[in-house]
């Protein structure tokens, strides 16, 4: 690519979420590196060279499999530590990517941006209006047909119930790899509500197994103590 300078731009964002996340950035052995297989259908699912947004790139994950696959990709998030380590992956592959310091609910780009938009596992980080305020971000930006494909936690998840409850379903938890900041546990019927005014979508339900051993997610004392532990998960695809 190489039209875009490997710059981080800056835009408005909440300094409490950012002091929250930067903490995830900084061990390398928590950065995930293979890409989610809904990227893998997302990159599928628009014109090669298409102009996409990863709304919550974090470190880079999907920022480096979408820009060597020869996308125009542009990255925003609310963690600068993420934002510098995704910058210098990029880097190190030889590839390019505009990166922005922004809010998932105010995004530094005009109307009708994008050929698509990929999130995944980001918008349930937040209490359920903002998530709303996101998808709605979201579809102003896609161009009129476009995708936004994306992941959020269920309500059948092992991590549902532990912290403190700040609304129902949506809990800031005290242990694991994000303490601290708030989760929402999507039902089925919110999901159907955030989808509700593309013109079309499809979704499915995926659950996993917990593993101990998983040097992202595992160690975790919720999911340990339990034999019967699942992570449960939202895959969404929607249309504008």
């Excluded at 390019?96 to 349930?124: C, H, K, W």
């Excluded at 900041?181 to 499915?204: C, G, M, T, W």
Aim: aromatic share 10%; proline share 8%.
């Amino acid at each position: 690519m190489g039209r875009w300078p490997r710059i981080i731009v800056i835009s408005p964002v909440s300094p409490s979420m950012c002091a929250d996340w930067n903490q995830l950035f900084h061990n390398p052995a928590k950065v995930i590196r293979e890409p989610d297989p809904l990227a893998l259908e997302f990159a599928r699912a628009v014109p090669p060279g298409a102009r996409v947004l990863d709304l919550g790139c974090g470190a880079g994950r999907h920022l480096v499999n979408l820009a060597g696959a020869g996308f125009e990709v542009h990255g925003t998030d609310v963690a600068p530590q993420g934002l510098a380590v995704a910058r210098q992956w990029l880097e190190m592959e030889g590839l390019s990517a505009r990166l922005s310091l922004s809010d998932m609910t105010r995004q530094p780009y005009p109307e009708e941006f994008f050929d698509g938009i990929l999130s995944l596992g980001v918008m349930n980080h937040a209490v359920l209006a903002d998530t709303f305020a996101a998808v709605a971000e979201a579809r102003r930006l896609l161009k009129p047909g476009a995708p936004f494909f994306f992941t959020l936690i269920g309500v059948e998840d092992v991590r549902r119930g532990e912290g403190e409850e700040i609304e129902p379903n949506t809990f800031v938890h005290h242990q694991g790899l994000e303490a601290g900041v708030p989760h929402h546990y999507f039902s089925r019927d919110e999901i159907l509500q955030l989808a509700a005014p593309f013109a079309r979508k499809n979704y499915d339900s995926r659950h996993r197994p917990y593993n101990d051993a998983d040097p992202v997610f595992g160690g975790d004392p919720r999911a340990r103590a339990r034999s019967d532990a699942w992570f449960h998960q939202w895959a969404v695809r929607v249309w504008k």
